[in-house]
């Protein structure tokens, strides 16, 4: 049974800081692609980050030089550590991992950015 358990969200003042986490079970991690996403109120879900089993990473303009995706093989995690948060960065953040056809999802986790 392939799992994904996103953990992290919370609470943050404008220019602040996050780390979301996901952990996977059930599939080989390391051969993944894993990407977060992030959906907000009344909007489409949309790429936040990627990162391939290489360690290639991609991000979406709109977090570029503010956000970084990581993993651990080891510990079957990835990560994204958010800086600089501004307010429309709130949403449900979720993970996804993806190999070949295969795409699995992780519920999210709640970042909401307010003073």
């Known amino acids: 049974q392939v799992q994904l358990v996103e953990s992290g969200g919370g609470l943050a003042q404008p220019g602040g800081s996050l780390r979301v986490s996901c952990v996977v079970s059930?599939?080989?991690?390391?051969?993944?692609?894993m990407g977060w996403y992030r959906q907000a109120p009344g909007k489409q879900r949309e790429l936040v980050a990627t990162?391939?089993?290489?360690?290639?990473?991609d991000y979406a303009n709109s977090v570029k030089g503010r956000f970084t995706i990581s993993r651990d093989n080891a510990k079957n995690t990835v990560y994204l550590q958010m800086n600089s948060l501004k307010p429309e960065d709130t949403a449900v953040y979720l993970c996804k991992a993806n190999y070949m056809w295969r795409n699995y999802w992780g519920q999210g986790t709640q970042v909401t950015v307010s003073s």
């Open positions: 059930g599939v080989t991690f390391s051969s993944y692609t």
């Open positions: 990162i391939t089993s290489g360690g290639t990473t």
